[in-house]
């Protein structure tokens, strides 16, 4: 149960403030190699993300970790998960449920990936999603330098 409620300080990444589409961000970044762009799950950047993404980074690649949701490195209590999930679903950045729409997001995440390829190198940009975040990794397929998109646990859409 300690692992549940673990916090990690992401000291070790390196934190940029990005801005892309007239949108700053947080992103958490370390490493070196073709780029792998991590999507958090619910509640946002927890130790167990963030171990994921020193693995990603130990494997030889540059890991772009996008501060979406919640406080990053904040241990994912029952609470804590509950509200963000709230909060992410009435989000006008998020538009999980809006049909036929590329959410604000996503369309900020695509132009991560065509931002990082070039400084990185290699064939392509990967993205993985998690959960909540695992389509966002397939609607990153719409940009061309993206070439590994991986679904991790996709929980949308909700009720189909």
Not at 59 to 67: I, K, L, S
Not at 72 to 98: D, H, K, M, N, Q
Not at 112 to 134: D, E, Q, R, S
Request: with cysteine.
């Amino acid at each position: 149960m300690a692992e549940l409620i673990a916090t990690d300080r992401l000291e070790d990444f390196n934190r940029l403030e990005m801005t892309l589409l007239g949108e700053t961000r947080t992103v958490f970044s370390m490493g070196s190699g073709p780029a792998v762009i991590v999507m958090s799950e619910m509640p946002g950047i927890h130790h167990l993300v963030a171990e994921f993404a020193r693995k990603v980074r130990d494997a030889g690649f540059t890991v772009y970790m996008p501060h979406m949701f919640g406080e990053a490195g904040r241990a994912p209590t029952p609470g804590y998960i509950l509200g963000s999930v709230a909060r992410a679903c009435i989000s006008r950045e998020f538009s999980a449920f809006a049909a036929n729409k590329s959410s604000p997001i996503v369309d900020w995440l695509r132009a991560l990936a065509a931002h990082v390829h070039p400084l990185c190198g290699g064939k392509g940009v990967g993205a993985i999603g998690m959960c909540f975040t695992g389509n966002f990794a397939l609607s990153l397929m719409l940009e061309p330098s993206v070439v590994a998109p991986v679904l991790s646990q996709p929980s949308l859409p909700l009720f189909q």
